[in-house]
């Protein structure tokens, strides 16, 4: 089995930790005092604008600025081809063919999304930029637009990036266990034709910017910006840029939502930190809606063709093979990480010890994808859901017993899996058992009944799913085997200030997971303290010295990576002040407690030192000590215990932690319009050591609506000219909260025995509701002729098509008996 | 096309108490002359389209959204944003205090405009029900928390209790 530390447990819960200690990040909030992006104002800025694409694919025969620079107000502008001369291109993660793509902060030569930047105009006001954007004056020669990634790599196939010599970006074949043998084994082989996930994302309300200013000095730009990931984000600019990565100092406060989709803004921050350089002015950059559907990180689409399950009579599934089909979009930005990610739930919830994927990536005349909430481990856990659901339902099993019968069992926990990834804890049948009961499943064909007598079609729907969290970034060697990333980590400084403040720094970029309370509950308990006089430090500042390589907030891990971090600081200031308290009263450490806000002496607690004495000693009154006194100043870097995977066999563990969701549903269907409501909802979630059991259901409410809008609403559809179809939040319907069903929701906590606190990452949730929702929509179908859902997507008119032809989609299942 | 930036005319506004008088050019939406005149950055912007509900303020006790409205258009109107609901000393109103009780806001960026919204409906209505509540916020996009939270938290001002 793959080798796994176990952390000691060494932390002893007080008041603050578990309890649902009402968030401090709240009273800003709520007096609009938060401070995002687009708040920050500086003298004299200049305001950006971007000439975009009007084409998805196109040669630019000529850029001309002389206009607008012409217009009284404007201050500049920047082309590709100035970006070409002051810049590299982006380090790609793959390796060849996609290792070729050159990417650079603006379109050189050639744009191959619609949408995509071109030239950026700076003007005295942002309506000025705008009009004077206007009169950029580009030429364009139309060429043929690749919208499908089905068709990338077929011959003739429009090319997006000739120095890949095709489109493919990376591909892989996954295979772990005995395929063959499971197959021969089988009594029963389905097949199933075509699977497809959509393209959409978590669109957060706050749109992309920054306000970038530079030090002509230093050398050194500031971004005041919302990028979530900034150790990322410096990676790929510095080298860029020709500048270390000191000479990028990003910071944040308030982010308005990232949901990953701002984690790859480094472009657009390019062009700000060249212009700040270029015009000597601050320059403010806001997106508008428009422009964020058209260009900023869609989910990855993917498809699933040609997969076949092996399954015993006793509905024991064997394994899977498959081809899994990623579209990636014009550019690489993250990718194609996509293409391991997904090997973190390779066999979802399942025992399922036989399984080999084909993965192909392809890019398209589309916008760029990089991670969304949930990011390629959704897409692959709806892929099993799906096929746990299509095997129910063809052979004739209870979709409940056939997942409670392939389940890995809590008693299995921590578990290998077949590609060497460990589920370190959870109990999938407990929570399936609660979510079935906040449902109501037991009265569901009386439901049934008295839907049909209202001429309506009731179906129930199971979403099990895992929030894998805490990324080994080795895994990025298994598509790549030259990169030189991998483990993770996070920093966190705790020190006890001269009047006795506790403050505490993050590396971390909140984006409303209330990283400030979590943190001060976590020190709080461990020095013994009240919550409310530990002061968080708001947002991320890489000049805090509190961040490494792997900053950010993304893929599930903060209170993993983030409050390790803060443990190890706080235990460090812990340390500290009983030491010098020791020194104050000339008696042992082992004397000394923490307790009420004060270091004391534990049989004499008279001889007690607040921790204003505590921080004033070494910061300010630090004469006549025969040894130094101790700094009270603490940094801790988290580092969780990786291995590097086995490259040949991609084999090995991938990630720290999985967090538990069962989602269940009950939909009602109009036969008559295809419209699909969801009329009660249950989530249930295991995601270990809850800190704040509110802020956890939170998550999991957010990671809900999410999906449901995925589900029935939310779609980025182009057309085959590849214009964006739904380029702002009239077409690209987002839940309304008439949109949404009464909810139920349930908790329990199986501790990781991997982490400091016992603690799981928990915030992307899974996609739990595009899984229960499809599964809800096919049993709601039964009773019209079983359609099969092979969409991830399923607006009125897919549903009313599977209503009309439902021998379409069943006639792409076929069951192979022996 | 060109900028008609040159177009002003003098308005003057009272907004949270405060009588202010500004040249706006006609362009101005109301939105940018709170935001980037006034530096009341609390009204924000989600969409451009009028869709998402950020940017929503009460003026003459309708919840309306300053996006879709000229500053000119404001002239000798009377405006609450959300600075203006806690009291100078920081007292929350029950409103806002609600909000804070039942985790109603994660990234905070729908939560000024949520909350203008919820303060036109409770004036005009002190006890909605939970329909009448979701009416109220249709027009209010939050993309962190499913809404359940933001319902709660308004329904239970009217029932009297913040918590």
């Given amino acids: ?818 | 096309m060109s900028t008609t930036t040159s177009t002003t005319r003098t308005i003057s506004v009272v907004i949270n108490g405060t009588s202010y008088e500004r040249d706006v050019p006609a362009s101005l939406l109301l939105v940018h002359l709170l935001r980037d005149d006034l530096d009341l950055t609390g009204t924000h912007i989600g969409c451009d389209t009028g869709s998402c509900g950020a940017c929503t303020v009460v003026l003459g006790g309708e919840a309306i959204k300053s996006c879709c409205m000229l500053a000119v258009q404001a002239d000798g109107t009377s405006i609450t944003t959300v600075e203006g609901l806690a009291s100078d000393d920081g007292a929350l109103t029950p409103l806002q205090q609600s909000f804070h009780d039942h985790h109603a806001l994660q990234c905070g960026y729908c939560t000024p405009g949520m909350l203008m919204s919820a303060t036109a409906l409770l004036e005009q209505n002190p006890h909605p029900d939970e329909h009448e509540v979701k009416v109220a916020l249709q027009g209010n996009i939050c993309r962190c928390t499913g809404y359940w939270n933001i319902v709660e938290a308004v329904v239970a001002v009217g029932e009297g209790g913040a918590s």
């Fill in chain 1, 1 to 818: 089995m793959t080798a796994i530390e176990t952390e000691a447990g060494t932390f002893q819960k007080g008041s603050a930790v578990g309890q649902s200690v009402p968030r401090k990040e709240d009273g800003r909030l709520v007096q609009g005092q938060g401070v995002f992006f687009d708040d920050v104002k500086r003298k004299d800025m200049g305001y950006l604008h971007y000439v975009r694409s009007p084409y998805a694919h196109a040669t630019i025969e000529s850029i001309d600025v002389s206009a607008a620079l012409e217009m009284p107000g404007v201050y500049g502008t920047l082309t590709g081809d100035e970006v070409a001369l002051l810049t590299d291109p982006f380090f790609q993660i793959a390796a060849p063919p996609g290792g070729h793509v050159k990417d650079y902060a603006l379109a050189v030569g050639k744009v191959r999304y619609l949408g995509e930047p071109v030239v950026a105009v700076v003007a005295e006001t942002r309506e000025l930029a705008r009009s004077a954007a206007e009169f950029v004056m580009v030429e364009y020669e139309p060429l043929d637009v690749l919208v499908d990634a089905r068709a990338a790599l077929a011959e003739g196939a429009p090319v997006l990036h000739e120095d890949c010599g095709g489109n493919l970006s990376y591909s892989g074949v996954w295979e772990w266990g005995d395929v063959d043998a499971a197959f021969a084994e089988a009594d029963h082989i389905v097949s199933i034709g075509e699977l497809h996930f959509d393209r959409f994302n978590s669109t957060p309300l706050e749109c992309g910017g920054a306000l970038v200013e530079y030090n002509r000095g230093t050398g050194q730009w500031t971004m005041y910006t919302n990028n979530q990931f900034p150790g990322f984000a410096a990676i790929m600019m510095g080298p860029a840029m020709r500048v270390g990565i000191d000479k990028l100092r990003i910071v944040t406060q308030d982010i308005g939502g990232g949901f990953g989709n701002k984690i790859t803004t480094h472009p657009q921050l390019t062009v700000c930190c060249l212009l700040a350089r270029k015009l000597k002015r601050a320059i403010q950059w806001t997106e508008y809606r428009t422009d964020f559907h058209q260009s900023m990180a869609h989910g990855n689409e993917r498809w699933f063709q040609g997969t076949e399950v092996a399954v015993k009579a006793d509905g024991t599934l064997l394994g899977f093979r498959t081809k899994a089909i990623d579209d990636a979009g014009a550019y690489l930005r993250y990718e194609p990480l996509g293409g391991v990610i997904w090997s973190q739930v390779a066999g979802g919830l399942y025992r399922w010890r036989n399984i080999r994927l084909e993965f192909t990536q392809a890019m398209t005349n589309k916008a760029p994808v990089s991670p969304n909430r949930g990011y390629s481990r959704m897409q692959q856990l709806w892929f099993t859901e799906r096929v746990i659901d299509i095997v129910a339902h063809t052979l004739d099993f209870d979709p409940v017993e056939i997942r409670r019968l392939n389940f890995i069992k809590p008693e299995q926990m921590p578990y290998e899996t077949a590609n060497g990834c460990v589920y370190d804890s959870g109990d999938y049948p407990r929570a399936l058992d609660m979510a079935l009961e906040l449902i109501g499943a037991d009265e569901i064909e009386d439901r049934r009944a008295e839907a049909a007598s209202r001429g309506k079609l009731l179906g129930l729907g199971i979403g099990s799913t895992l929030d894998s969290g805490t990324n080994n970034f080795a895994q990025s060697q298994l598509i790549n085997p030259e990169l030189q990333f991998s483990g993770n980590n996070e920093v966190a400084t705790v020190k006890l200030d001269i009047f006795g403040e506790v403050v505490v720094t993050l590396g971390t970029t909140p984006q409303g997971q209330g990283h400030e309370t979590t943190a001060a509950q976590v020190v709080a308990d461990i020095l013994h303290c009240d919550v409310d006089i530990i002061n968080v430090r708001a947002g991320h500042d890489s000049y805090w010295n509190s961040h490494a390589g792997f900053s950010g907030t993304y893929a599930s891990q903060f209170a993993v990576t983030g409050l390790s971090a803060v443990k190890g600081a706080a235990d460090l200031l812990a340390a500290d002040m009983v030491k010098l308290a020791s020194m104050v009263f000339q008696c042992p450490e082992e004397a000394i407690e923490l307790a009420d806000g004060f270091a004391r002496i534990r049989d004499n607690h008279e001889a007690a030192l607040p921790f204003m004495a505590l921080g004033a000693i070494p910061n300010a009154n630090n004469a006549g000590f025969p040894d130094d006194p101790p700094t009270m100043n603490c940094r801790y870097v988290y580092r969780p215990a990786f291995e590097v995977p086995d490259k040949e066999r991609k084999f090995g563990n991938l990630t720290l932690t999985y967090a538990t969701q069962i989602h269940a549903c009950i939909v009602e269907i109009d036969p008559e319009t295809g419209v699909t409501e969801v009329v009660d909802y249950a989530a249930v979630d295991d995601c270990g050591v809850r800190i704040n059991p509110q802020i956890v259901e939170g998550q999991v409410m957010g990671a809900t609506a999410h999906a449901i809008g995925a589900a029935l609403w939310e779609s980025f559809v182009y057309d085959e000219d590849g214009n964006l179809l739904t380029p702002n939040f009239y077409d690209y319907h987002v839940p309304h909260v008439l949109d949404m069903p009464p909810l139920k929701t349930g908790a329990f906590e199986s501790p990781s025995p991997f982490t400091p606190l016992g603690t799981k990452g928990m915030g992307e949730g899974g996609g739990g509701g595009i899984h229960c929702i499809c599964a809800g929509i096919q049993d709601a179908l039964r009773a019209a002729g079983g359609a099969i859902v092979t969409d991830s997507h399923n607006p009125y008119h897919r549903v009313w098509e599977m209503l009309s032809h439902p021998e379409r989609s069943r006639e792409t299942i076929e069951v192979t008996s022996r």
